[in-house]
């Protein structure tokens, strides 16, 4: 199973999407909330490099793993309109995201749901916020290994999700998961981004990868060999951009890029082999 993933990359057409302002979305350019430090990056990784020295089979990653998702629907006032998303929209996304993993080795099974009237949640759960701690206390299931993922309205802000990296969960398990703006599911109003990618770009996160614009042109980057250097992220669906004078256009179809939800369609398989190291070591 692992050699077919590394062989694979996802492919699809990338169409250009045109902009439309939304509510709960302020900006024409994706908004990930999800941000580490050059500082971070480097503890993150001489932690995850001692790991692998004591687990070698990280580095043959996992076979099949299924990963159990609780889906929190969070709303304003317990209308569609207010953020209430249908269990067919939920179903919805939770297939994009197994498109997204097809090759992966991980798929996603949705578990169960649960639905939140809050107003305060839905307009003002952001990072770091006493709302974000609130609601993530209060909902929060299952370990390490299971994927919780929480809608929101993010009301007057840019974000359109963000998560936390699976080296964070030892120290604070409850903080674990990826919130999103619930319009972003497949259908939603939030064009260009209403094709579900934005929970595929989150859970790329979730389980260890960076933006592939990290770090920009110099130094590591995203620490993934495959992945060309971007010296910025992409936003719309620039063809044959090449921001870089290293090797390789910009990965602008990557989910870990900022692009377009139908432009993007791959994760390569130096991100493939990262993640389910990283899933080995950190929520396995």
Sequence with gaps: MLASALSVF???????????????????????????????????????ESKKAFQPLAENGIGCVTVPVHFHVISEDGTPQGGNLTVDSIIDQVNVLNDGFAHSGLSFKLVDITRTVNADWFNNVDLHTTQE????????????????????????????????????????????GVVFLYSSVPGGTAEPYNEGKTVTHEVGHWVGLYHTFQGGCGGSGDHVGDTPAEADPASGCPIGSDTCSSSGI???????????????????????????????????
């Design 10 to 48: 996802l492919s699809a057409t990338a169409v250009l999407a045109s902009v439309t302002k939304v509510p709960g979305l302020s900006s024409s350019t994706r908004g990930c909330g999800t941000t580490i430090s050059k500082e971070e990056i480097a503890a993150a990784e001489k932690d995850f």
């Design 133 to 176: 701690t609130l609601m993530k206390r209060s909902l929060r299931k299952g370990g390490a290994a299971d994927l919780n993922i929480y809608s929101v309205g993010f009301t007057d802000s840019p974000v359109l999700g963000y998560t936390t990296f699976p080296f964070s969960y030892s120290t604070n398990p409850k903080d674990d």
């Design 250 to 284: 910009d990965p602008i179809h990557n989910y870990m890029d900022y692009s377009d939800d139908s432009c993007m369609n791959q994760f390569t398989p130096g991100q493939i082999r990262r993640l389910l190291s990283q899933f080995v070591i950190y929520r396995s």
